[in-house]
């Protein structure tokens, strides 16, 4: 579960991960209730642990490049101005984001859909 988070917050293609990511999840709560309860929490733990882990990586590169601290939403500020591109540790970031706001968004009509 560990390396299919990290692969696909790797992947370029925010459709081809979103994808891919949806047939997963598809394939593993169509098991029994009780098994897809258990396979979602654990898997929102891993993308929680994953995403901390990913983006406390990216503060501390900021930080050792540009030798200040920032909090996020001055950091995103200064970004929007430099026009800079992000760098690949930021877009890891941004689809981990992304990944788990998909994945609340399936286990919120999953969970509703198991409990009818």
Do not use: P
């Amino acid at each position: 579960m560990r390396h299919l988070i990290i692969t696909l917050s790797k992947e370029k293609n925010d459709e081809t991960s979103r994808t891919k990511l949806g047939s997963f999840l598809c394939d593993k709560v169509s098991e029994s209730t009780a098994e897809a309860h258990s396979f979602l929490d654990e898997w929102d733990k891993m993308l929680i642990e994953i995403g901390s882990t990913v983006q406390n990586q990216a503060r501390e590169n900021l930080s050792s490049t540009s030798k200040i601290s920032l909090d996020e939403t001055t950091y995103n500020s200064i970004h929007e101005m430099s026009g800079r591109e992000k760098s690949d540790i930021e877009l890891q970031v941004w689809a981990l984001i992304d990944m788990m706001v998909q994945s609340k968004a399936f286990m919120k009509k999953t969970l509703r859909g198991l409990s009818e």
